[in-house]
Structures are given as structure tokens and as C-alpha cells.
């Protein structure tokens, strides 16, 4: 497991100012068609962050949409829808933990992006909002991380953290570093949670779909 949770450098000013204002961008084209698509270009502004090393967008990629391709340190690129990316960036804005963690099991090892400091979070399980008694699998390599390349399957139940926790954790890290990074005047604690919970909505907006569960 390696684990990046701790002593980051503070998140810029123009970071997040850029990530609300993608936030915002996709909110006003789904209201109005007619209104341009967020800049993706946003999505890249004030990298590294944190544990985020570098990204870049692909606009050439098989679905024909454009994706988002970033490392965490010095690990493999990992493909990323940008509704995704909005979610991890905003997630981890003021701190919060974020690391990949080793699983192994049948003689096959993925690494799973999880977030937190309390434990980890996986970011599929975040995307997919999956519920207890749910597994959120890749079809493929472990490095596709689209909501297109990814499925849900029926587990044992299990004690599980998701979206809730995500957000607690979130807000704790507010709460630890918005003041003393000079942020706090530029994004309140309530407009932060609803930032939060707006990088949910449009991800479901986007790409829910892709997750609905049969009713056997």
C-alpha cells in the first residue's frame, strides 16, 4: 500500500478557483444545451496537487470522448472520465488522504485508487455509489478507470464507506486546513459541501447509466 495522506503543500488559490468554475460551466451547458461544455482545461490547473502529479486530457480516446489521463506520484497513468476527475480534485482540495492500495487475490494484483485518512475509500465505489451488498469491478486493466469500463456485480454484505464518509472526511479537512492555507475567503464550509455534492450530481448526470442494476 502506498499511502499519500499527509503533509500536503496547500492547494492554490487559481486550483480552486478553476475547479468551481468547471463546476459551475457544467452545471449552466446542462441547464442550457446551448451553452458551451465546461473548459476541460480547468480540470488541470494548479497541478500537482497533492498526490496528483501531472494530467493531461485525450481527446482521441475509444469512446470518443474526451478522458482524462493522470499519475498519482510516480505511478502508471490512470484513465479517468472528467466528471470523475472533477470529483477526485474537489475531494482532496484541502487534504484529504489519497494513496493506492494492493489487492491481490487468485494470483491476479490490482491497485485501487482510495482516498481518506480514516481508511480507505475507493474511488470506484465513490463513482458508482455503490450500495453494501455491491462490487464495483474493471472489465479490464486496472488503470481504466471510466465509468464505461467499469461494472457492478452482487457481493457478500460488507461494512463499506462511500459517499457520506467521503464528505465528512472532506469537510474535516476543510476544517483542519481552509484557514490556515488562506482559502477560507474564497470558499466557505457550506459552498465547499455543496461543491462536493455537485461533483456527485454531475457525475450521476453524466454517467449513472451506466450503472443501473437489473431487478432479477
Avoid: C
Avoid at 496537487?49 to 494530467?55: E, L, N, T
Avoid at 474526451?66 to 466528471?83: M, S, V, Y
Wanted: charged share 20%; net charge positive; glycine share 8%.
Amino acid at each position: 500500500m502506498s499511502r499519500s495522506t499527509t503533509n500536503y503543500p496547500a492547494t492554490s488559490s487559481e486550483a480552486l478557483k478553476a475547479l468551481v468554475a468547471y463546476h459551475d460551466q457544467a452545471v449552466l451547458h446542462l441547464k442550457g444545451p446551448s451553452v458551451p461544455k465546461a473548459n476541460l482545461a480547468l480540470l488541470l490547473v494548479g497541478l500537482p496537487h497533492g498526490p496528483i502529479s501531472s494530467a493531461r486530457v485525450i481527446f482521441d480516446s475509444p469512446a470518443n470522448s474526451p478522458t482524462i489521463a493522470f499519475t498519482i506520484k510516480d505511478r502508471n497513468e490512470r484513465t479517468i472520465d472528467p466528471e470523475g476527475f472533477l470529483m477526485l480534485r474537489v475531494l482532496i482540495l484541502f487534504g484529504m488522504g489519497l494513496f493506492i492500495d494492493k489487492n491481490q487475490k487468485g494470483g491476479e494484483e490490482r491497485h485501487y485508487v482510495e482516498l481518506g485518512h480514516e481508511g480507505g475509500i475507493t474511488l470506484l465505489r465513490l463513482m458508482a455509489d455503490a450500495y453494501p451488498r455491491e462490487v464495483v469491478r474493471q472489465q479490464a486493466d486496472h488503470h481504466d478507470l471510466r465509468a464505461s469500463a467499469l461494472a457492478i456485480v452482487g457481493g457478500k454484505p460488507t461494512v463499506v464507506r462511500g459517499r457520506r464518509e467521503a464528505l465528512a472526511e472532506a469537510l474535516k479537512s476543510y476544517d483542519n486546513n481552509a484557514v490556515k492555507w488562506g482559502l477560507s475567503a474564497l470558499l466557505s464550509r457550506p459552498d465547499y459541501q455543496a461543491l462536493v455534492r455537485g461533483s456527485f450530481r454531475l457525475f450521476d448526470l453524466a454517467h449513472s447509466h451506466t450503472f443501473l442494476r437489473a431487478l432479477l
